[in-house]
C-alpha cells in the first residue's frame, strides 16, 4: 500500500467581529453590587460588548468571515469547509449552514463544533487534519459567541466575566506546513465546574397512570461556574499542555515569540507565562476590551495582534484554548506570511 502523503498547512488570513453596545465596569457597578476596582484588579477586564436586539451570533460571525476572506484575496465559493465552533447557536441543530448561506460558499460543507472556549483551537485542529490528508485546500474555522444570552445578569461572580464577538481564520494547504504540533484534552468527571444545564421537565400523564413520560417546558439554565475551581484547572492544566506541544517537536519556551491562550482572565495569562519561563511582555492580550468571548477570543486575538503589526513571518506562537467540558488544547504554530 502506498504511504500517505501528508500535505501542509498555513494560516492564509483573520478577521473579527465585535458587537456595538458596550458595557463597561462603571456601568455594571449600577446594577451590581460590583465596582471596576474590583474587576480589574481580579480580571483585567475593563469592558466588553454584546449582542444587540436586533444582531445575530451569524451576523458577528458573517462580518468576521467576510473579512477572512478578503484579507486572503478569496472568494467565498473557494471555500470548501465552514467549521463553526459555538456553545451560543442560535439553532440546536448547529448555526454553521446558516454561515454558509450567508457568505454564499455554495460549495462548501458546513458543520458546528461545540467545546466552548476550546471550540476554536480544536476546530482548528481538525481543519489542519483535512488538509494534511489532502481532502481539502480552504477551509474557513470561525470562532463566535454569545454568552451575553446565557449568563445571569443579577450574578456578579459570572456575568462581569463574559462578552460576545466572533473571530475567523482561513487554513489553506501549504507545501510547508506551519501547524508545528498540537495536543487536545478532556476531563469529563469536572463537567460540572462550567455548565450551562438542560432542565428537563415532564408533563403529569394522568391518563396512562404515568407510563409516558411527555416533555413540557424544557430550558437551559443560566451558566454556572465554580470559578476557583476553573482557575486552578487553567493554570494547572494550560502549562503542562503547552510544554508537551513543544517537547513533541524538541523545542522549549524560549523559542515561544507569542504566547496567545483563551483571554478568560489576565491573572490566568500571567500565571501560565510565569510558569513557562515566558516573560508577560510575550502575552497577546485584549481582555481588557472584550473580556471572555470565549470561542472567539483566540481568533479575535490573533487578528488585532497581525494588524497592529506586532506579529511577523516566521515568529513561533503558543496557542492554548481552555474551558468548559473541561476541554483544554494547545499548539504550536510558525506564522507565515504570503510573499
Ligand atoms: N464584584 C465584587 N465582589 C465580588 C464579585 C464582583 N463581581 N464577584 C465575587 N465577589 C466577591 C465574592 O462574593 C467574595 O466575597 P466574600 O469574600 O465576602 O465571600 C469575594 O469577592 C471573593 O470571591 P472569590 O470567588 O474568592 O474571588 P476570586 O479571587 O476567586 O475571583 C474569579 C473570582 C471569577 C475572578 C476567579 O475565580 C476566576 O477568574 N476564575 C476563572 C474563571 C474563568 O476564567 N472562567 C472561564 C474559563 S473559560
Redesign the pocket.
Known amino acids: 500500500m502506498t504511504p500517505l502523503k501528508m500535505h501542509g498547512s498555513h494560516i492564509l488570513s483573520t478577521g473579527s467581529a465585535i458587537p456595538d453596545i458596550c458595557i463597561d465596569n462603571d456601568l ?1 457597578g449600577t446594577i ?4 471596576d476596582s ?2 480589574s484588579t ?2 483585567g477586564i475593563k469592558e466588553r460588548n454584546i449582542l444587540g436586539r436586533d444582531q445575530s451570533i451569524i451576523d458577528l460571525a458573517t462580518i468576521a468571515s467576510k473579512k477572512a476572506l478578503t484579507k486572503g484575496l478569496l472568494q467565498a465559493e473557494d471555500l470548501d469547509l465552514i467549521i463553526f465552533a459555538t456553545s451560543t447557536s442560535n439553532d440546536l441543530f448547529g448555526s454553521a449552514s446558516q454561515l454558509q448561506h450567508a457568505l454564499g460558499a455554495k460549495q462548501a460543507a458546513a458543520f458546528d463544533i461545540t467545546a ?2 476550546s471550540g476554536f483551537v480544536i476546530s482548528l485542529i481538525i481543519a489542519h487534519q483535512f488538509i494534511q490528508t489532502n481532502v481539502y485546500n480552504n477551509i474557513l474555522i470561525v470562532g463566535a459567541d454569545t454568552l451575553s444570552q446565557w449568563v445571569d445578569w443579577s450574578d ?7 462578552g460576545d464577538g466572533a473571530g475567523a481564520a482561513i487554513l489553506q494547504k501549504n507545501q510547508d506546513n506551519d501547524i508545528l504540533s498540537f495536543e487536545i484534552n478532556t476531563d469529563g468527571s469536572e463537567a460540572h465546574q ?1 455548565c450551562i444545564n438542560h432542565k428537563r421537565n415532564f408533563q403529569q400523564d394522568t391518563k396512562h397512570n404515568n407510563l409516558i413520560n411527555i416533555p413540557s417546558n424544557n430550558y437551559y439554565q443560566h451558566l454556572r ?1 465554580n ?2 475551581e ?2 486552578k484547572f ?1 493554570v494547572s492544566k494550560v502549562p503542562e499542555s503547552i510544554g508537551k506541544c513543544l517537547k513533541q517537536i524538541s523545542m522549549n519556551s524560549k523559542d515561544i515569540t507569542w504566547l496567545l491562550l ?1 483571554q ?2 489576565q ?2 495569562l500571567e500565571t501560565v507565562a510565569n510558569k513557562l519561563n515566558i516573560p508577560v511582555e510575550k502575552i497577546l492580550s485584549n481582555i481588557q476590551f472584550y473580556g ?1 468571548t ?1 470561542a472567539a477570543s483566540i481568533p479575535i486575538a490573533l487578528d488585532e495582534a497581525f494588524d497592529a503589526g506586532h506579529i511577523c513571518h516566521k515568529d513561533i506562537i503558543a496557542i492554548a484554548g ?3 467540558g473541561l476541554t483544554w488544547g494547545s499548539m504550536i504554530i510558525k506564522w507565515h506570511i504570503n510573499e
Open positions: 455594571l451590581l453590587d460590583t465596582s474590583w474587576i481580579r480580571t466552548a472556549c456578579r461572580t459570572t456575568c462581569i466575566l463574559f462550567l461556574m470559578g476557583k476553573v482557575y487553567a483563551h478568560a482572565n491573572r490566568i471572555n470565549s481552555f474551558g468548559a
